[in-house]
């Protein structure tokens, strides 16, 4: 699984979702604006296991964002290697929105106006987008390997019918970095974020592909049990 490329897999089903998808141009002009923070922490395997509608293994095919409920988020394609929960199969492309990314200027003028920005100009406003990271998190990018626990497709508009959701923020985002290892974000600024409360122990924040389907697999034989 480990060395499956988008090429070698086999030809699966088209299952994106890619309508009010939009791309950065060359020109754009990027502002800052607000942020957000999760109040909520996934800790563990197990609990995003438990929690999630499909996991899967996959590669970023392509990146994009979507504004349409007032908020920048990502909007990326993934070609799946292995799913480990769900119905998707090898080879399968679906579509997935992710907290974070980036709102486009008229989106925010249509609906609130711009008083907020008094200096922009009419004519600029087609290619300024406000930038709205969740916690710090990067946003994905093609090219990307990673493990992902998400939530149900989304059925009802405004949303992409057929998108899947980043349902745990950044904390169902496994990637694997360029020494092999998959890792998920951690803010700057919570460094104890997955410590357990009660304990205050760290899990493991690290892992091989293998380790990681080791712990899926254990996932999948408690979940199935009465």
């Known amino acids: 699984a480990a060395d499956a490329t988008p090429s070698s897999l086999p030809a699966g089903t088209d299952k994106t979702a890619r309508s009010g998808r939009f791309f ?3 020109d754009a002009r990027i502002l800052p604006y607000g942020k957000s923070q999760c109040y909520q ?3 563990t395997v197990p609990e995003l296991y438990s929690q999630a509608h499909t996991v899967v293994l996959g590669t970023i095919t392509e990146a994009g ?3 349409g409920t007032g908020r920048g988020q990502t909007f990326y394609d993934v070609q799946v290697d292995t799913c480990y929960q769900g119905s998707l199969q090898p080879g399968d492309t679906i579509s997935v929105l992710s907290p974070g990314g980036y709102l486009r200027m008229g989106t925010l003028a249509d609906t609130f ?7 922009l100009k009419e004519e600029d406003i087609p290619r300024t987008f406000l930038d ?3 916690d710090g998190a990067p946003y994905p990018k093609a090219g ?3 493990l992902l626990f998400l939530g149900a497709p ?8 057929g998108a899947y959701s980043e349902d745990f923020f950044f904390m169902g985002r496994f990637r694997q970095e360029e020494d092999g290892l998959f890792r998920r974000y951690t803010p700057a600024n919570r460094p104890d974020l997955y410590d357990d409360p009660e304990t205050g122990l760290s ?3 690290e892992f091989t592909l293998q380790e990681l389907e080791e712990e899926l697999k254990a996932c999948s034989g408690n979940h199935s049990q009465p």
């Open 65 to 67: 964002y979507w504004d």
């Open 132 to 134: 709205q990271p969740f």
């Open 203 to 205: 899990p493991k924040l």
């Open 144 to 146: 990307e390997t990673c």
């Open 154 to 161: 989304k059925e009802e508009a405004p949303y992409p019918i």
């Open 41 to 43: 922490a996934y800790r």
């Open 113 to 119: 106006g711009t008083d907020l920005f008094p200096d």
């Open 24 to 26: 950065l141009p060359e």
